[in-house]
């Protein structure tokens, strides 16, 4: 079974460009989460979907945003890229509501 | 509001000796989880264990253990015979129910392994 897939690895842009991140779940899960971990600090909760709607976000400012596909992958887009926002992005995702997540391996962006 | 304390910024075991990472949470809700995941260097999320709060035993998974005391609201990782390759940070985590799905983080432990 494939796990969690998010692409790019890596990412370098400049202060306000736009940044796409992509997440493809474990097959059969339906919840996909993002969440932000900035150098040495620890994961800060940025976006939850399921069944293809945003169900929940956390305290980030309205250009970063989102979307969940029909085939439950999701992509995380961040406008006008600030130098704070360089950090791993991570997403997660789920079946359960009772069970923890199984995340990928991160996105690390770099705005420079 | 849910909140989940690690107080140990960093810690050094020398190797196979055991090794408590603690961890203290605060909820209202009734219902939770609890659980810790590991994070090598290279940046990926690895779940360890987990403990629901109904459950009356504590969890193990192989060399991990949950020391999950209720009434004080800890619920402490144990990693025996540690090795070389438990060097990373480990996160304490925690879902509720009421908490429309997401799990929260503490700010972490860094473990280093001493050979």
């Known amino acids: 079974e494939a796990g969690v897939t998010q692409s790019p690895t890596h990412l370098i842009k400049t202060r306000g460009q736009q940044a796409t991140l992509r997440c493809s779940p474990i097959s059969g899960h339906t919840s996909v989460y993002w969440y932000q971990q900035a150098l040495g600090l620890g994961l800060q909760f940025l976006l939850w979907y399921d069944e293809g709607e945003e169900r929940n976000r956390g305290n980030f400012p309205p250009r970063f945003s989102g979307r969940q596909f029909p085939n439950y992958s999701s992509e995380l887009n961040v406008n006008a890229l600030e130098l704070e926002d360089s950090a791993l992005y991570l997403c997660?995702?789920?079946?359960?509501?009772?069970?923890?997540?199984?995340f990928g391996s991160g996105t690390r962006l770099t705005v420079v | 509001a849910q909140k989940i304390t690690q107080t140990q910024p960093g810690m050094f075991v020398q190797e196979k000796e055991a090794v408590t990472l603690d961890c203290t949470y605060d909820?209202?809700?009734?219902?939770?989880?609890l659980f810790w995941y590991k994070q090598p260097s290279s940046g990926e999320m690895i779940f360890l264990i987990y403990?629901?709060?109904?459950?009356?035993q504590n969890a193990t998974e192989g060399r991990y253990s949950l020391n999950f005391q209720k009434a004080r609201k800890s619920a402490n990782l144990v990693i025996s015979a540690s090795q070389l390759g438990d060097s990373a940070m480990y996160f304490c985590?925690?879902?509720?129910?009421?908490?429309?799905?997401?799990?929260?983080f503490g700010s972490g432990t860094r473990l280093s392994i001493r050979p």
């Open positions: 403990q629901g709060s109904y459950d009356e």
């Open positions: 997660a995702s789920t079946n359960t509501v009772d069970y923890g997540y199984t």
């Open positions: 909820t209202s809700d009734q219902s939770y989880g």
């Open positions: 985590a925690m879902r509720v129910r009421s908490s429309a799905s997401k799990i929260i």
